[in-house]
């Protein structure tokens, strides 16, 4: 059986749709592009307009989820991931889940209690990622391991929706032992 899920990501982004590409031939990825709130800011929100026309356009193909691989969007304002899961669930007709959502509840299903945030953002937007990280999952600065990847946490939020049981051995242990979260 093949499982659709839709991703939605900034026009600028080069590298999920290479990873989607990776997993097993049953789960298709449907890919919608998005414009940032703010021209030139690499990590600004994307537009509330781009979020509901592209989650109607995902509806349409029938996904099971929606995930936003948008990560830095989560560290703009304390209530983004609720408000825009909510527009993504609306126009797609299916639940929804932000990357940073996927990460911090990966990390929580691992057992970390301490990480290390390795990113290509400014010093500013990294602190804002600590202080979402250690609010929203209570997850301290600090690191030990394992290695837990926005994208990677994607697919296990996508594998724990999906409740088929598969595992993807070759993409670490996170996505081999697919821990409850």
């Given at each position: 059986?093949?499982?659709?899920?839709?991703?939605?990501?900034?026009?600028?982004?080069?590298?999920?749709?290479?990873?989607?590409?990776?997993?097993?031939?049953?789960?298709?990825?449907?890919?919608?592009?998005?414009?940032?709130?703010?021209?030139?800011?690499?990590?600004?929100?994307?537009?509330?307009?781009d979020i509901d026309y592209?989650?109607?356009?995902?509806?349409?193909?029938?996904?099971?989820?929606?995930?936003?691989?948008?990560?830095?969007?989560?560290?703009?304002?304390?209530?983004?991931?609720?408000?825009?899961?909510?527009?993504?669930?609306?126009?797609?007709?299916?639940?929804?889940?932000?990357?940073?959502?996927?990460?911090?509840?990966?990390?929580?299903?691992?057992?970390?209690?301490?990480?290390?945030?390795?990113?290509?953002?400014?010093?500013?937007?990294?602190?804002?990622?600590?202080?979402?990280?250690?609010?929203?999952?209570?997850?301290?600065?600090?690191?030990?391991?394992?290695?837990?990847?926005?994208?990677?946490?994607?697919?296990?939020?996508?594998?724990?929706?999906?409740?088929?049981?598969?595992?993807?051995?070759?993409?670490?242990?996170?996505?081999?032992?697919?821990?409850?979260?």
């Amino acid at each position: 059986m093949t499982r659709h899920f839709g991703v939605l990501i900034p026009s600028t982004n080069t590298t999920v749709e290479i990873e989607c590409r990776l997993l097993p031939a049953a789960y298709q990825a449907h890919v919608g592009r998005l414009m940032t709130s703010t021209p030139g800011r690499t990590f600004s929100p994307s537009r509330d307009d781009d979020i509901d026309y592209q989650s109607r356009l995902l509806g349409t193909a029938k996904v099971e989820l929606v995930i936003l691989a948008q990560t830095s969007a989560s560290l703009f304002a304390d209530d983004y991931d609720e408000v825009v899961t909510r527009r993504m669930s609306a126009g797609a007709g299916v639940p929804a889940i932000t990357s940073a959502q996927a990460v911090g509840r990966a990390v929580r299903a691992l057992g970390a209690q301490r990480i290390a945030i390795v990113s290509p953002y400014s010093e500013e937007v990294n602190q804002r990622a600590a202080r979402y990280f250690a609010e929203k999952h209570g997850i301290e600065e600090e690191f030990a391991k394992p290695v837990v990847t926005t994208n990677q946490a994607s697919f296990w939020a996508m594998l724990r929706a999906f409740k088929t049981g598969d595992r993807l051995p070759t993409f670490g242990r996170l996505l081999a032992e697919v821990p409850p979260g």
